[in-house]
């Protein structure tokens, strides 16, 4: 058998991520936590001063995501930046902008949109990093363990909300009470007990399931934890780290200045 | 001699694995709080919504409050959970008032449904409709400057968009909307009793 040739061999503890794990740029999380911090910070007074900014501000989020490997959700966001351009240039100014019509359509593609590129980032956050690489970052920071628990299980959670959601969605068809906007208009609170009882249940299980598999895995142990993947600040990191600090810090100064 | 000694490390380790427990809990229940209020605060982009998603979002965040609630029982654990609502707002734009709010009145509704061991439905209600009260954070960086906050999102925004809705913002309209949030989430409490009644208690979920 072919497989017989390599031979198997135990992880070896603490050793660092490859990039192919880390999926694209190698970024520390603690790295990838200043970045969206910073950018969180900076991008919402960037966008009042021109329109290069935010377009800039969303190119880079974008760039991220990719480098994440969602290239789909990046066509998606594309298109849709794309789009609400399109209209911010010739709807609105021919609606006129003090027109009711206007007013909601500005209110759609303009302040919406201005929402849009720090959610990337946050989606970029969590969607590259892995819980292990992340609860080692956060320990490596002396976060207390409870916070690293906390948040490595948001992290990992975002996505099963949506997943559930999708399931619960797809059962709701299946019933014959679809979720639909004439229906949630109709009964929103009979629409809303059908949506968040089934997520609240299956996630009350999942909540116990993971506490046994966690503590099974040695979460309750009180001594030192090593890990299967170590959190390394490499160069990359620095750099990251220096020219978000920087570029927060002078547009700061600038601002105020 | 050995047997105290034995016990009370037995103590320890059932409370840190307790501890556990509840910071998992504690990071699945933010993560449906966030969502589900995100989801709500989608509806604010319609104009009329905009007055009254708040309240909408606040009644509906009962019930995941009161089924967190039946399993997180200890202290910090609820602030927690708003204070990362409170990060995850000032990180998309609302200002660092919103974390402020957060970390203030998570605190102060944490403190009230702790005086009920978390078991208090009455004690409970009137904590989470205190902690309702984090919502005003994102006005406050338009009211204490309003100004200054009309004139720098104007050139991006267009004057237009800002004469329509900087009325909006006056302190009455916006006391009104957290009012609304505060008693939406005291009423959805009832909601979330109700609901939890039927669906989980007597499934022996919680």
Redesign the interface.
């Known amino acids: 058998m072919a497989c017989s040739a390599e031979p198997v061999r135990a992880p070896a503890l603490g050793r660092a991520l490859s990039s192919r794990e880390t999926g694209g740029f190698l970024l520390d999380p603690r790295a990838k936590l200043v970045l969206?911090?910073c950018f969180?910070?900076v991008?919402?007074?960037a966008?009042?001063?021109?329109?290069w900014l935010?377009v800039l501000g969303c190119a880079c989020s974008l760039v991220l995501l990719a480098s994440a490997g969602r290239l789909r959700a990046v066509g998606g966001f594309c298109c849709f930046f794309a789009f609400t351009y399109l209209m911010q240039f010739t709807a609105?100014p021919l609606l006129?902008?003090?027109s009711m019509a206007?007013?909601?359509f500005?209110?759609?593609f303009?302040?919406?949109r201005?929402?849009v590129p720090?959610?990337i980032m946050?989606m970029y956050l969590v969607l590259s990093t892995q819980t292990a690489h992340l609860i080692s970052a956060l320990l490596k920071m002396r976060a207390p363990?409870?916070?690293a628990?906390?948040?490595?299980?948001?992290f990992?959670?975002?996505p099963?909300?949506?997943e559930q959601f999708q399931a619960i969605r797809s059962a709701m068809k299946l019933k014959g009470i679809p979720l639909t906007f004439r229906n949630f208009f109709s009964h929103p609170?009979r629409t809303?007990?059908y949506c968040?009882?089934p997520?609240?249940?299956s996630?009350?299980?999942?909540?116990?399931e993971?506490?046994c598999a966690?503590?099974c895995r040695g979460?309750?142990y009180?001594d030192h934890k090593t890990s299967l993947v170590e959190a390394k600040l490499r160069a990359a990191d620095y750099l990251c780290i220096g020219i978000s600090i920087g570029i927060s810090v002078l547009f700061m100064i600038w601002k105020h200045a | 001699m050995a047997e105290p000694s034995t016990k009370k490390v037995t103590g320890a380790?059932s409370q840190?694995?307790a501890?556990?427990?509840?910071?998992?809990?504690?990071?699945?229940?933010?993560?449906?709080y966030?969502?589900?209020f995100s989801a709500v605060g989608m509806t604010g982009?319609i104009?009329i919504m905009m007055l009254l998603y708040i309240a909408i979002g606040c009644f509906?965040e009962a019930?995941?409050v009161m089924?967190m609630l039946t399993?997180v029982r200890c202290f910090g654990m609820y602030a927690?959970v708003i204070v990362?609502m409170g990060i995850?707002l000032?990180?998309?734009?609302h200002g660092f008032y919103a974390l402020l709010s957060a970390i203030v009145f998570g605190l102060l509704g944490d403190f009230v449904m702790s005086r009920g061991g978390y078991k208090n439905f009455r004690l409970n209600q009137l904590g989470y409709a205190i902690s309702c009260l984090w919502t005003i954070g994102p006005f406050l960086s338009v009211l204490t400057d309003p100004v200054g906050y009309w004139a720098?999102?104007a050139?991006?925004?267009?004057?237009?968009?800002v004469?329509?809705v900087a009325p909006l913002f006056s302190i009455p309209i916006v006391s009104g909307v957290v009012a609304s949030g505060v008693v939406a989430g005291f009423l959805g409490c009832y909601?979330a009793r109700a609901?939890l009644k039927k669906?989980?208690s007597r499934?022996g979920?919680?």
């Open positions: 969206v911090f969180g910070m991008y919402y007074e966008v009042d001063i021109g329109i935010e609105i006129g902008s003090e206007g007013l909601v500005s209110m759609i303009v302040v919406f201005k929402f720090p959610f946050l363990l409870g916070l628990t906390a948040l490595a299980v948001l990992r959670f975002f099963t909300v949506s609170l809303f007990e968040i009882v997520l609240m249940s996630s009350l299980k999942i909540g116990s993971l506490s966690a503590l979460l309750g009180r | 380790a840190k694995t501890m556990s427990k509840n910071f998992i809990n504690l990071g699945i229940f933010a993560a449906i966030i969502v589900v982009l104009p509906f019930i995941v089924a399993r927690a990362l995850v000032s990180l998309s734009g720098s999102i050139p991006s925004f267009g004057q237009g968009y004469d329509a909601l609901i669906h989980f499934a979920i919680v």
